[in-house]
């Protein structure tokens, strides 16, 4: 059983800085496409970024240049530094998992789809104005 456990969420202001971090258990980590999702009130959930076994990652436009997503195999452990911080990335975020082979799409207005299979329960950014 895949379990994806968020924290480091909470409330900063404008220009201000935050750490998401996802702990995994249940698979081998180092296997999986893992990614960041966010969903704002009232809006679709939208992907923020991917980081594959290889390391190769992708953003969408939105994030790209303020937010970082890393992971950490022998902890386990999947990060996304968030810079920069805008009223705008305030949302519910959340972690994703699946295998390897998964498609991840940016699409031409520079969004980022794909779909995982597994997901975490989310950590809630606020972020004030």
């Known amino acids: 059983q895949v379990q994806l456990v968020e924290s480091g969420g909470g409330s900063v202001q404008a220009g201000g800085s935050l750490r998401l971090s996802c702990v995994a258990s249940?698979?081998?980590?180092?296997?999986?496409?893992m990614g960041w999702f966010r969903q704002a009130p009232g809006k679709e959930r939208e992907g923020v970024a991917t980081?594959?076994?290889?390391?190769?990652?992708d953003y969408a436009d939105s994030v790209k240049g303020r937010f970082t997503i890393s992971k950490d195999n022998a902890k386990n452990t999947l990060y996304l530094q968030m810079n920069s911080l805008k009223p705008e990335d305030t949302g519910m975020y959340y972690c994703?998992?699946?295998?390897?082979?998964?498609?991840?799409?940016?699409?031409?207005?520079?969004?980022?789809?794909?779909?995982?299979?597994?997901w975490g329960q989310g950590t809630q950014v606020t972020v004030s104005s």
């Open positions: 249940g698979y081998t980590y180092s296997s999986y496409c």
């Open positions: 994703a998992a699946d295998g390897r082979d998964l498609v991840v799409v940016v699409t031409p207005t520079g969004e980022l789809e794909a779909d995982f299979s597994y």
């Open positions: 980081i594959d076994d290889d390391g190769n990652f």
